[in-house]
């Protein structure tokens, strides 16, 4: 089972006015376009968090990204499984790891970020196996409001965004009444909160590509360092010891 969401009319972007936005051209030797994975926070067929992030990924794509979108809806809480042994755990991981930028869209439910957006970030470790998931990786925060215009939830993705040590860009999208703002068909309608989107999706690609040739230096930390020499010193003093009794 493949967890990552179909996106579907790609290259439909009728609230879009071209004449006005340029794709983001990769400067030569950056390779492959950049990689960025979304995340929302609803499980409703109609999940408003999920059409905003659907709007972002045909977005980024036309600026020139390659996007993917995680479908959390078989996602089990953390430590529900016994070493997160789970398949929806693991392709999230991997996802992460894949990725090079990230957007995370979640409702505003009592003030916060839903469970659902939650859960995911919560199983995202700092660092797996020697692999970090998420740091150094730019984010871009979103969230959609059943009422009027708040920031609760995008600044409590802030918190999580410097907590798992990623690059939160400046630029951020809240919409009001989010059911006014999608047609029957789930599509946004034009307005300056889908403007705002545009806004955020083009500076979201710039620092990704502006911090991609940097990665490896903006995760190189004297303390991981000092630990990493540590216990390189233990493993050496073990196979000295070792060798002495053998001889």
Known sequence: MRRIRPLTNREDLPALNKALVKPIGIPDGLGHPPRILLLYGSLRERSFSRLAVEEAARILEYLGAETRIFDPSDLPMPDQIPQDDHPAVKELRELSIWSEGQVWCSPERHGAISAVLKNQIDHLPLSMGGIRPTQGRTLAVMQVSGGSQSFNAVNTLR???????????????????????????????????????????????????????????LVDRYSERKEAHEKSQKADLSAIATAHQKA
Request: net charge neutral.
């Open 159 to 217: 918190l999580l965004g410097r907590w798992m040590r990623m690059i939160t860009i400046p630029n951020q999208s809240s919409i009001a009444k989010a059911f006014e703002e999608f047609d029957e068909t789930g599509r946004m309608r034009p307005s300056s909160y889908y403007d705002r989107i545009v806004d955020v999706m083009e500076e979201l690609l710039r620092f990704t590509l502006l911090t991609r040739p940097h990665a490896a230096l």
